[in-house]
C-alpha cells in the first residue's frame, strides 16, 4: 500500500465551487506539505504544517485553505475554484526532524477548473 | 527570494552518451536534493546532498554538489531508454524543510 495518498486522484469542477482535496499519510511523519504544479514549471508550496497545531502559508496561499486534522490527515481546500487554478496537486511528507531528510510524494490530483 | 534554475530545459540524446543537467541557485545553500518523475507519475527522490562537496552515485547517474558555485550537477552516463523522465532539482535554505523548486529538466533518451 501506498505510504502517502491522495483523493480524489482526478476532478472536475466549476468556477465558484468548493471543493477539497484530502491527503493521508501511513509513514507517521509529523511534516506534510501541499504543493501546485503546473505544465512547464515546477513545484511550488501552497501551505505547510509541521504538527496538528502548527500551519504556515508558503508562496502560493492565496485562494486556498488547509487543515489538520490529524498528524496522518492534511487537506487543502479551494473555497471558491477558479480557471487559473487547474493544476496537478501534490501532497508531501517529511520526518520530524527533517531538515535533513528528502519529501515524500503522493501520486497526486488532477484538478480542472471550468 | 531563493530562485533555482535548471537547464537545459528540454534534453533528448541518444542511448549510450553521456551528458550533465545543471542546477543554479541564488541564495546560500547546502542541501539539495534531485527527484525524477515519470509522465503522469508522483516525484521520486533520487539523491539528497547536504555538504559541500557532496557526490552521490546510483546506477547511471551521479550528482554532485558545489555549494561555494550555488551549482549542482546531474551526471548521465551512457543513458539508457529508461531514464526518459523530468528531473527535478529543490532546494532547501529554512530549517523547516521547506524546498523551492527549478522549472525541471525533460530528459528523452532516443533507442
Known amino acids: 500500500d501506498a505510504d502517502v495518498t491522495q483523493t480524489p486522484r482526478n476532478r472536475i469542477t466549476k468556477t465558484g465551487k468548493r471543493i477539497m482535496l484530502e491527503c493521508s499519510q501511513t509513514k507517521g511523519h509529523d511534516r506534510m506539505y501541499w504543493y501546485r504544479q503546473d505544465p512547464g514549471l515546477g513545484l511550488r508550496l501552497i501551505y505547510y504544517s509541521f504538527d496538528v497545531k502548527d500551519i504556515n502559508k508558503g508562496e502560493i496561499s492565496d485562494g486556498y485553505s488547509v487543515s489538520r486534522q490529524a498528524q496522518a490527515k492534511f487537506s487543502l481546500s479551494l473555497e471558491s475554484a477558479i480557471p487559473n487554478q487547474t493544476a496537478l496537486y501534490f501532497c508531501?511528507?517529511?520526518?520530524?526532524?527533517?531538515?535533513?531528510?528528502?519529501?515524500?510524494f503522493g501520486p497526486g490530483t488532477r484538478l480542472l477548473v471550468l | 527570494e531563493l530562485k533555482v534554475e535548471q537547464n537545459p530545459l528540454f534534453l533528448s540524446m541518444q542511448e549510450g552518451k553521456n551528458y550533465t543537467i545543471y542546477c543554479n541557485y541564488s541564495t546560500t545553500s547546502d542541501r539539495l536534493y534531485w527527484y525524477r518523475q515519470d509522465p503522469g507519475k508522483s516525484l521520486e527522490s533520487l539523491f539528497v546532498?547536504?555538504?559541500?562537496?557532496a557526490v552521490k552515485q546510483e546506477g547511471r547517474l551521479m550528482a554532485s554538489l558545489d555549494t561555494k558555485a550555488r551549482l549542482s550537477t546531474l551526471h548521465i552516463t551512457a543513458a539508457v531508454h529508461d531514464l526518459s523522465a523530468t528531473y527535478f532539482c529543490a532546494v532547501d535554505i529554512s530549517a523547516g524543510n521547506m524546498l523551492t523548486f527549478g522549472g525541471g529538466t525533460r530528459l528523452m533518451v532516443k533507442p
Open positions: 546532498l547536504l555538504s559541500n562537496g
Open positions: 508531501a511528507t517529511s520526518p520530524g526532524q527533517g531538515w535533513r531528510e528528502t519529501q515524500y
